[in-house]
């Protein structure tokens, strides 16, 4: 008896509960990223692993919603929407601030693609790097905004139609991650001039990632279109008798 109530809490998950599993998959997910390229420069390391980590938990917020729609049993997984997303934020802070710190030492030309020339002036080197860094910093200003708005506390202030309007745009701040992140998986370190490194083993996962999300959402949209419809009908069907 005892026991089932337990599980029961469990099942309920308090906000504690929530907050402590989101900080425990932040950290153990981002320990396993750093592993995974443990013969790297530090910076480099630890900048991609929280980046990685960042991105995985922004994804599982994004399938929590489908997902339970389409899976019943996966309802009591949507509290848990709110704190992966938060954390994955937190994280793309952490990363934003160790590239600013550890690679373009606060000289922001440098973070849009320029690079001091000899001869006094900043030069264009690097325009797709610059690109990925704008479409970075407004998923991270979207972010926080998202993450800042998503208390309680602020859903009483904006009102349920403004705060829902903005939570429901959160599929915008997933393009631009999935884009930033695109760019820095396939693109970036292929230069004619230079020497081509290893294509990052993250390019497979991340694209199965990104496809199951689109599927899932595409069957969920499916899902409920296909019961409104159905419902609609039956709303219309003339009573004969
Ligand atoms: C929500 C916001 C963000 C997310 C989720 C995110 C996520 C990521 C991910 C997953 C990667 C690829 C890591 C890998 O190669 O394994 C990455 C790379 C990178 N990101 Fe972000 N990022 C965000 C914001 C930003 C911002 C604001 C900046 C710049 C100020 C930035 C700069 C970079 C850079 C320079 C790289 C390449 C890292 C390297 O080669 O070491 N990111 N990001």
Known sequence: MEKTSRFKNLMGFGWKTRHLVAIILAVAGTYGFLELRAQWSEMHRWNRAIGDM?????????????LSRLIPAFRKLIP????????????????????????????FW?????????????????????MANVIGIIALVYGLVLAL????WSQRLLGASVWKFLQQSAYVLWMLIVIHTAYFL????????????????????FAIMVSTIMLLQLAAFLKTWKLRRNRVMSDQTPITD
């Open 149 to 152: 708005s998503s208390s309680n």
């Open 186 to 205: 396939y693109f970036h370190f292929l230069d004619y001039h230079k020497n081509t490194p290893e294509p990052n083993a993250l390019q497979i996962p």
């Open 80 to 107: 848990f929407r709110r704190e992966l997303g938060i954390y994955g934020i937190i994280l793309a802070a952490i990363h934003t601030m160790i590239i600013l710190i550890g690679w373009v030492n606060w000289d």
């Open 54 to 66: 960042s991105f995985v938990m922004v994804a599982l917020s994004m399938a929590t919603g489908p």
């Open 110 to 130: 440098r973070l849009f693609g320029f690079e001091l020339h000899p001869a006094g002036v900043y030069v264009m080197v690097q325009q797709g790097f610059g």
